[in-house]
């Protein structure tokens, strides 16, 4: 497995790789999950979109926006046959590399209240919770991480 960026012909895999890996959440959240409704053809266009790839396979993404002081992670998703692998986690590890790359000094990410099993992943991989805020309807939690010291950057 190898993370690429994306590519045209991979958009039909990213929508139905997010597809099958939010659509556990659907009754927890009580609607769709934003990323489900993504327009994933315009942010691979821009350059957005990382794929994990197996084979050949798109088995998951990571979709990386770069501001001034932060990296954020806007979404990250595994197919549901491929999770457990580590996968993800490879991901969340990509998304580290380029941000020290591009000399960017922390991460960023929010997630649904209701996806109690990014809750107890992300302070695993060293993010912290800052925030919890509704938006759009959407209760969400708002994490980060800083990476290396500041004088790195």
Do not use: C, W
């Not at 139905?16 to 009580?30: C, H, L």
């Not at 266009?45 to 396979?57: I, Q």
Request: net charge negative.
């Amino acid at each position: 497995m190898h993370i690429r960026v994306a590519q045209g012909p991979d958009v039909v895999a990213l929508r139905e790789i997010v597809e099958r890996a939010y659509s556990t959440y659907i009754e927890r959240i009580g609607r769709r999950p934003a990323p489900m409704d993504d327009d994933y053809a315009e942010k691979l266009r821009e350059g957005h979109v990382f794929v994990a790839d197996d084979g050949g396979e798109a088995v998951g993404l990571i979709v990386l926006l770069t501001a001034q002081d932060h990296l954020l992670i806007e979404n990250v998703a595994v197919d549901p046959e491929h999770q457990g692998k580590g996968i993800g986690r490879s991901l969340m590890a990509y998304a580290e590399a380029y941000a020290t790359e591009q000399r960017i000094p922390e991460l960023r990410l929010y997630t649904n209240a209701a996806m109690t099993e990014n809750l107890a992943l992300y302070p695993r991989l060293g993010y912290r919770e800052d925030d919890r805020r509704t938006e759009n309807g959407l209760n969400r939690v708002f994490l980060s991480k800083r990476l290396g010291s500041p004088e790195h950057f």
